[in-house]
């Protein structure tokens, strides 16, 4: 009985990621709010700081000199902690959210752990849902910069349409 209303209700996520109305896709981030309407509309504060993430980014800092920078400037985390780390930081610069695209999908459930959707399951991405902080030439540039810094020898980095 579990199984079957748990298969019921990834069905009908999948159903609403299909036709392009989930209310996933207006999940709020950091440097957005949800609008009356459930939209996400840019923080003017906040999106500040995430062009100064990806600017300091691209300058050369690292993630632990970003998370210093923040601290020292008093810029709370998307927790509302003081102190900002570099999990919280590395996963800002890799959504797609902040050039006005969403990805659906990206994880899966296995019933006791997420995992990363490599090509299991269908994932589905809205271009142009809702205002853009940083541009797809920024984005893209730290993409490439953080597969550059990265161990992961071998691997490739292939923009988003």
Partial sequence: ???????????????GFQSGHSKMAARKCYGYDSGSDGKLMINQEEAAVVAWI?????????LGKIAAGLEKQNI?????????NREA???????EKYIGQVL???????????????????RYLYS??????ISDEVFNK?????LRRSN???LSFSPLP
């Fill in 1 to 15: 009985m579990r199984i079957e209303k748990s298969e019921t209700i990834k069905a009908g996520l999948r159903a």
């Fill in 142 to 146: 730290v993409q490439a910069e953080k």
């Fill in 128 to 133: 142009e849902h809702h205002s853009a902080i």
């Fill in 89 to 95: 930081i590395d996963k800002l610069l890799s959504n």
């Fill in 104 to 122: 659906l999908q990206k994880t899966i459930s296995t019933g006791a752990s997420q995992i990363k959707n490599d090509g299991i399951c269908n």
């Fill in 54 to 62: 990806f600017q300091w980014y691209l300058a050369g800092d690292s």
């Fill in 152 to 154: 992961q020898k071998g």
């Fill in 76 to 84: 709370v985390s998307p927790t509302g902690k003081p102190k900002w």
